[in-house]
């Protein structure tokens, strides 16, 4: 499955998209109930608050709470989209994700936001590294990671047809906007391959997708073709993409604004080397807590530039033969 | 409705054979929480065989009254009134905790008809709880909620989550019926972590507070449709904190730390089962 990127300089954070389509969404289906935990200011659930005042919950401060209650709702014929910042909802309320949803198979999905490091100023706190790891652990749970504004819309109206627990991961920060809503098919379970290639895969998700396309120019103007794939579902793992790519390129470099252990790199690290053992690098945070600074600054400072990529990239050709 | 002389009689030996599957159930693979489902059996006859509203057949109907356990070991008691009350044969309730039994060691709704939700883990039942009494004035439907809680449970935050949003969103249709048998797996209560003065703490977060002696029917019943009408005039979700004995029924059961979560041996069942005729 292949998508085109758009030429675009449109720069929107996912969470705006997120926000948008759910107030788009609650016109068509009255089952869409929204919660959030006092910060629907942020997470960008006030459109839907505002247009949907009786199907909109403001939980107040307590994360946990607003999760069970969601699998609550779920079992009233609702679709309860639950949001707060994605250190709370992945961290605070886990084991309310866990057992109070997943074991119970509920329709809740998990709409979280300022994820990971582009949170910025809010420090190492606020700047949840764990979270694909937290969730893609539990039996069941669907994790998704949209990559740009028009994928986060199209997500959100794919999670809400789908029956089942979801947590999908958004950001703060503008990230810029690669997909034509008119072109791009959204599909979960499904990476794309955004950008062919030979000589090395490159798979990436969320904020990091933009920055393995730029890697990418980077890597052509030394002669090197990067197959770009966005991995936009980390569970249910697109196997078959992912293998098919590195049968071709023999090689993979992963990204994510993301704790190395346990996210995206080693869920594909995990199917490499079960089906086919290839050189590979993952791009990510380092196992350290993050800081406060801009967005942008903190991803060069923390190695998850592009050129860091194209560096991770050309050792793990030469890792070839 | 007042509990007619012939309805009360019923409702005790209904307790009286709840108390015995449970022993002998968590005899049958010596493990599973005795103390804690005996003290709730007359809460559990009343709801299920005087007040609710349910069809066995159809334990989805959507505006069914729901049963919510949050206290999910207690599942002995859960699962011996749930086959009482015709939601399946229960031939088979001697496999509990036994591998591939539907009788899990903790409520599985997955497994077994008319559990609303899996609980085990304390202080989330009562959140769900919170979501079902909200879904269903959603769809403005004239069904109650209630929320079976354990005591012990209070002192996760999480329960206090809960009755905070259910004061401030006036659930009229959430009714908790607090099992206060003043024992948790440590020890007392109140030498483990102080719960009282808990229905001044209720009705710090509006809710409607009563007290009533948990294992006398009549006074159950009649609290309990009390909250039928207070709940919807008054637009406050209630309690009713059920004083109670852990190990309810069987003399030397009752009020003992260890009967939590300690099956009795054959012998201690015999004796047990003598009490109970």
Request: charged letters at 25%; proline letters at 4%.
């Amino acid at each position: 499955m292949g998508a085109t990127v758009v030429e675009s300089k449109e720069m929107i954070a996912t969470r705006v998209a997120y926000g948008k389509a759910l107030a788009e969404l609650g016109k068509t289906n009255p089952n869409v109930v929204v919660l959030d935990a006092d910060l629907c200011g942020s997470t960008q659930t006030k459109f839907f608050a505002k247009e949907f005042p009786d199907r909109f919950f403001n939980m107040g401060i307590a994360e946990q709470n607003m999760i069970g209650v969601a699998a609550g709702l779920s079992t009233c014929g609702k679709i309860p989209f639950a949001s707060s910042f994605a250190m709370f909802a992945a961290g605070r309320a886990w084991e309310f994700v866990r057992n109070a949803v997943c074991h119970n198979k509920f329709n809740v999905k998990i709409c979280a936001t300022h994820a990971g490091l582009t949170v910025g100023e809010d420090g190492a706190s606020h700047q949840i590294i764990e979270d694909l790891a937290l969730m893609r652990v539990i039996p069941g749970m669907t994790v998704i990671v949209p990559a740009d504004a028009t994928e986060a819309k199209l997500a959100t109206f794919e999670i809400a047809k789908f029956v089942g627990p979801v947590y999908m991961r958004l950001g703060r920060s503008n990230v810029p906007v690669l997909f034509d809503e008119k072109e791009y098919k959204f599909e979960i379970g499904k990476a794309q391959v955004i950008k062919p290639g030979i000589d090395v895969s490159i798979f990436a998700c969320g904020v990091m997708v933009s920055r393995a396309l730029w890697a990418q120019e980077l890597l052509q103007k030394e002669g090197i073709s990067a197959e770009i794939i966005n991995v936009s579902t980390i569970k249910p793992l697109d196997k078959e993409t992912i293998l098919a790519s590195v049968r071709k390129t023999g090689c993979a470099v992963t990204c994510e604004e993301h704790n190395v252990i346990a996210g995206l790199g080693d869920a594909v690290a995990g199917v490499l080397s079960e089906e086919l053992p290839s050189p590979l690098k993952k791009i990510g945070v380092m196992d350290i807590f993050g800081q406060s600074g801009k967005g942008d600054e903190l991803l060069i400072h923390y190695g998850l530039s592009k050129e860091k990529i194209a560096e991770a990239a050309k050792e793990v050709i030469k890792r070839k033969n | 409705m007042p509990l007619s002389e012939k309805k009360h009689k019923e409702l005790t030996e209904i307790c009286k054979d709840l108390r015995k599957t449970i022993l002998k159930m968590v005899n049958a693979q010596a493990s599973g929480h005795p103390g804690g489902s005996m003290s709730a059996c007359e809460i559990a006859a009343v709801l299920y065989f005087a007040v609710m509203n349910y069809d066995p057949k159809n334990p989805e109907k959507p505006d069914r009254d729901r049963l919510v356990v949050s206290k999910g070991h207690a599942t002995p008691l859960v699962y011996s009134i749930l086959a009482k009350a015709g939601y399946f044969k229960g031939d088979d309730l001697l496999t509990f905790r036994q591998l591939g039994s539907p009788y899990q060691g903790h409520t599985d709704r997955l497994r077994v008809p008319g559990v609303e939700t899996s609980t085990g883990s304390l202080g989330q039942g009562s959140t769900f709880a919170v979501g079902a009494a909200l879904g269903s004035r959603l769809n403005k439907f004239k069904n109650r909620i209630y929320l079976l809680q354990s005591d012990g449970e209070l002192q996760e935050g999480s329960s206090w989550e809960a009755i905070m949003s259910a004061g401030h969103y006036h659930l009229g249709n959430l009714t908790t019926i607090l099992d206060r048998n003043r024992i948790q797996l440590d020890g007392w209560t109140e030498e483990t972590m102080a719960l009282e003065p808990i229905g001044k703490k209720f009705e710090a977060f509006n809710w409607h507070v009563q007290e009533v002696d948990g294992h006398d029917l009549n006074q159950l019943n009649d609290a309990i449709l009390k909250t039928h009408e207070i709940g919807p005039k008054e637009n406050k979700p209630c309690v009713i904190i059920a004083h109670t004995i852990k190990g309810k029924g069987v003399t030397f059961m009752e009020d003992q730390v260890k009967w939590h979560g300690v099956a009795p041996n054959d012998e201690e069942l015999a004796n047990a089962l003598k009490e109970l005729v």
